[in-house]
């Protein structure tokens, strides 16, 4: 099950393991009555999914997307300037308590990049950025095959990079982030400010003359209709964006960059001048990575929520073996492969690719990683000379306890 927190809805819906919301239930967050009344809707709207859920044994857990900033280790949101009230709350623990089920808490952006990541457009990428620009601006980093979390999962906070230090005030107390140069809300703000100089003839009729209408859909109407203000504002807020995803590029190199929010919805409008200005701006190493729209819409963070539960490496809780025990496994395999000195070793938790998962959930089952000792497999990679001297792979793969000790193992040629 997945929860979408929001500033103005509350989202709920039940996800199977192939990523599809089987079960959508909705309602208005009413923030200005406080945590406690807002809790209240949460749970109850979790209780309306469950009851209508074909299978109700088959809920794992709650995965939840929540505005950031959050602690998302200790599943608390620290402070949400779009919810009143909401400060340093443990709601982890408040909906386990409530609802009886598991829970995993996440920044929703970074919960709709796992949802791109895993079922929407940025499928089979081990490194992508995901960035969403509506009423703010957020995103997801994943990098080298993982959703980068940082100190208490407050890492991707790109919203507030800074791009003109003595900027336009931003949400979060700064000056000139890109958030308060470029999102949908600074883009209306420089709209409605347009209208007031009476610099945007065209924009004022669409508003009727009230400023205070003007959002960043209606500048883009403008800029569309050709108000020369109005298509000035969309293209400055697409340069920063473009130069902003350009130190994005060079900081992660990403193999694809995803753009989501409702600002994406002025289209090519503003889609072309961010690309243009990310290739002035890369260096011609990193020109490659395309600049692609998102796919799962308003839908990315109440899918990507269940990707808390059912990734493949789950980002939350991810198990390993520590350097030593790799080295102990290592020198026991080369006591018998002396061939293999050098080989390349990788290391993985059994028992949690998605198919394995989508079993067990069918099946009614805990899932496999949960409910068993943990298992790792190492596996040794390696060219090696044959008899006839012709270089060939060899493979060994072998099973291993939390101490190393080898269960069992396989090779191949
Ligand atoms: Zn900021």
């Keep these: 099950m997945t929860i979408d927190l929001g500033g103005t809805r509350i989202r709920s819906a039940l996800v199977d393991a192939a990523g599809r919301l089987l079960v959508r239930r909705e309602c208005p967050t009413e923030a200005g009555q406080g945590p406690e009344a807002v809790i209240e809707r949460i749970v109850g709207l979790a209780q309306e999914v469950r009851e209508a859920s074909p299978a109700d044994g088959a809920c794992i857990g709650v995965g939840v997307g929540a505005p950031g900033p959050l602690d998302a280790e200790a599943g608390l949101v620290l402070s949400a300037p779009n919810l009143p ?115 945007a003839p065209l924009l004022a009729e669409l508003c009727a003359g009230e400023a205070d209408r003007v959002g960043a859909s209606m500048v883009g109407e403008a800029a569309r209709r050709g108000d020369p203000t109005a298509g000035r504002i969309i293209r400055r807020a697409a340069i920063y964006s473009g130069s902003a995803i350009a130190s994005l590029i060079h900081l992660f190199s990403p193999g694809i960059v995803l753009l989501g929010g409702g600002v994406m919805a002025l289209g090519d409008l503003f889609l072309r001048p961010i690309r243009q200005t990310v290739r002035r701006r890369v260096m011609p190493a990193y020109r490659d990575a395309p600049i692609a729209r998102a796919a799962l819409g308003g839908d990315a963070g109440l ?53 394995e998962i989508a079993v067990a959930t069918r099946l009614g089952m805990p899932l496999p990683h949960e409910a068993e000792e943990p298992r790792f497999s190492v596996t040794f990679r390696k060219m090696v000379v044959a008899e006839d001297g012709v270089r060939i792979p060899l493979t060994v793969r072998v099973t291993v306890d939390t101490q190393g000790r080898i269960v069992k193992g396989q090779e191949r040629h």
Excluded: K
Excluded at 154 to 166: R, S, T
Excluded at 318 to 347: D, M
């Design 85 to 199: 009230g909401w400060e340093n709350l443990p709601l982890r623990q408040i909906l386990e308590t409530r609802l009886g089920l598991p829970v995993r808490l996440a920044n929703d952006a970074n919960v709709a990049a796992l949802g791109e990541w895993r079922w929407g457009a940025g499928q089979g990428y081990s490194d992508l950025l995901y960035l969403t620009i509506s009423t703010g601006i957020g995103g997801g980093i994943v990098a080298d095959g993982r959703l980068l979390l940082g100190r208490r999962g407050l890492a991707g906070e790109v919203g507030h990079i800074i791009l003109e230090p003595a900027g336009p005030r931003c949400t979060c107390g700064n000056r000139g982030c890109w958030e308060a140069l470029a999102s949908g809300t600074a883009i209306g703000r420089e709209g409605a400010r347009a209208v007031r100089e009476g610099r």
């Design 303 to 355: 899918i990507g929520a269940a990707a808390l539960f059912l990734d493949r490496r789950d980002p939350m809780s991810e198990e390993t073996l520590s350097p030593e025990t790799i080295e102990q496994v290592r020198r026991q395999v080369l006591q018998s492969y002396p061939e293999l000195e050098g080989a390349e070793v990788s290391v993985r938790q059994q028992g949690r690719s998605p198919e």
